[in-house]
């Protein structure tokens, strides 16, 4: 039998086999396998040609025992009810696993951006945030960017919230423009995270940074500054993909102008002869792996040619379980999304604690307190993943579902 792409049925496979690993009853691992509340919503958007178009959207919230939900909302064509309840429980784990103050949601309407003007991307981010308005809020669920959505939508959304309910509501959403009580650091947050975890993990595994060779797969908020920090760091990023192709310069490709081509174009105007099959880029030989684009990127059909040392999921989902399963015999090391993409959702937390207290910190002391954070959280699941003779995504999910089944048994839920 095929594996299934499907990521919800993966989400509730991953839940089970550390709930396996930590004997918990059935009847727990029955509630975490389904989100508590999934609003499925269709507004109408007046269009700039004046015909209306009616869009669909969701959001999901998987379980709020540790205090309000929390995540992102996407804007994609391929968006489906089961992928975003997925997300929402990526994001209750990821929560965990970092030790914020929350539960996992998300949301995703089916529209794609890069075909809408300006006006009719606001029209759509502010009709999706009224029909959810109901289940939002700053100590109920608190949205987020995620794919082709950013601090302008995420500013948009909050004025919409904020004049529906009639007083100035940042703590409702996070990822905002700085002016609107974003935080420092927010743009950052995920690709910098991820970064901190990469460099610990080449540390566990005495490799240096220094020249290690780097292929990204996804050059938008999170692929394009890991490509940067890492190249800060002395890395050589080889290869780079976006939605349109991948380029290839195994002396290192020249990231400013790779930001400079994609700003006004394409990134495959870098140069024709080093364009290559985007495809290729996830089985080059390279010592770090960063998929950063969507789901199911490496699966049973490509896992076995995967010849990277560490992949990095920076993306949420792109492995399979059973291409997990073929990368542990191959012994790669695979940081999991809910540890590896965590900190952004950690500065997000840290967006929302400075609205609610109308204090706002420097980017240096944001940054200090997410290396904090994520350091931290890597040793811990590297100590479980040890004790526990298992994966690190395993031993991830073991430390956050403990904490939601302690919290959801301190109120007297099971
Ligand atoms: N933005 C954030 O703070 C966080 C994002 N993530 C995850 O990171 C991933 C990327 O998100 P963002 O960078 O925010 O989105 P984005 O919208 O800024 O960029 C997405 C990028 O992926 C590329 N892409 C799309 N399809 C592709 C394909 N088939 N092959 C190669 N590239 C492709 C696009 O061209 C674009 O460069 C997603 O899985 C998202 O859920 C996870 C945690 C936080
Ligand atoms: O910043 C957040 O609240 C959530 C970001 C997100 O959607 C994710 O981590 O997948």
Redesign the pocket.
């Known amino acids: 039998m095929s594996e299934t792409l499907n990521p919800y049925e993966i989400a509730k496979k991953q839940i089970e086999t550390a709930a396996d690993k930590l004997r918990l009853d059935s009847h727990i691992v029955e509630i975490l396998k389904k989100p508590m509340r999934v609003l499925s919503v269709s507004f109408p958007v007046k269009m700039d040609d004046g015909t209306i178009r009616v869009f669909e959207g969701y959001r999901s919230q998987h379980n709020d025992a540790i205090g309000p939900t929390k995540g992102?909302i996407?804007f994609?064509p391929n968006v489906t009810l089961d992928e975003v309840k997925a997300?929402s429980m990526w994001m209750s784990f990821?929560c965990g696993v970092v030790g914020l103050p929350y539960g996992g949601a998300k949301g995703g309407v089916i529209c794609d951006p890069r075909n809408l003007s300006p006006g009719e991307l606001e029209r759509i981010s502010r009709g999706f945030i009224e029909a959810i308005a109901q289940i939002i809020g700053p100590d109920k669920d608190i949205p987020?960017?995620?794919?082709?959505?950013?601090s302008q939508v995420m500013g948009w959304m909050m004025d919409t919230f904020s004049r529906l309910n009639k007083s100035f509501s940042p703590g409702v959403i996070t990822?905002k423009p700085l002016i609107l009580g974003g935080s420092k650091g927010?743009?950052e947050?995920?690709?910098r995270g991820c970064v901190i975890t990469i460099r610990e993990a080449m540390k566990e595994l005495g490799r240096p940074l220094q020249d290690a060779t780097v292929a990204i797969?996804?050059?938008?908020?999170?692929?394009?500054i890991t490509a940067k920090l890492l190249s800060v760091l002395g890395c050589k990023i080889v290869s780079i993909?976006?939605?349109?192709g991948?380029v290839l310069d195994p002396d290192g490709l020249d990231i400013t102008k790779v930001e400079r081509l994609?700003d006004q174009g394409s990134i495959l105007d870098y140069d024709s002869d080093y364009q290559i099959d985007?495809q290729e880029?996830l089985e080059l030989d390279v010592d770090i792996l960063v998929?950063?684009?969507?789901?199911n990127?490496i699966t049973v059909e490509n896992a076995d040619r995967i010849k990277a040392r560490i992949v990095a999921e920076?993306?949420?989902?792109?492995i399979t379980p059973d291409a997990d399963q073929i990368l542990a015999v191959n012994k790669t090391r695979v940081i999991p999304?809910i540890l590896a993409?965590?900190?952004?959702?950690t500065v997000?937390y840290f967006e929302w604690v400075q609205n609610l207290m109308n204090y706002y910190w420097s980017e240096e002391e944001v940054n200090v307190k997410l290396s904090e954070v994520m350091v931290r959280s890597f040793h811990a699941v590297n100590q479980a993943a040890n004790k526990y003779e298992t994966d690190l995504r395993t031993a991830a999910y073991m430390i956050s579902l403990q904490r939601i089944v302690d919290a959801m048994k301190a109120r007297g839920w099971v």
């Open positions: 992102g996407r994609h997300l990821k987020a960017p995620d794919v082709y959505t950013n990822g927010r743009t947050a995920t690709a797969q996804g050059f938008g908020n999170v692929g394009r993909s976006d939605s349109k991948a994609k985007p880029l998929p950063a684009a969507l789901e990127s920076a993306a949420n989902g792109p999304d993409n965590a900190g952004g959702v997000s």
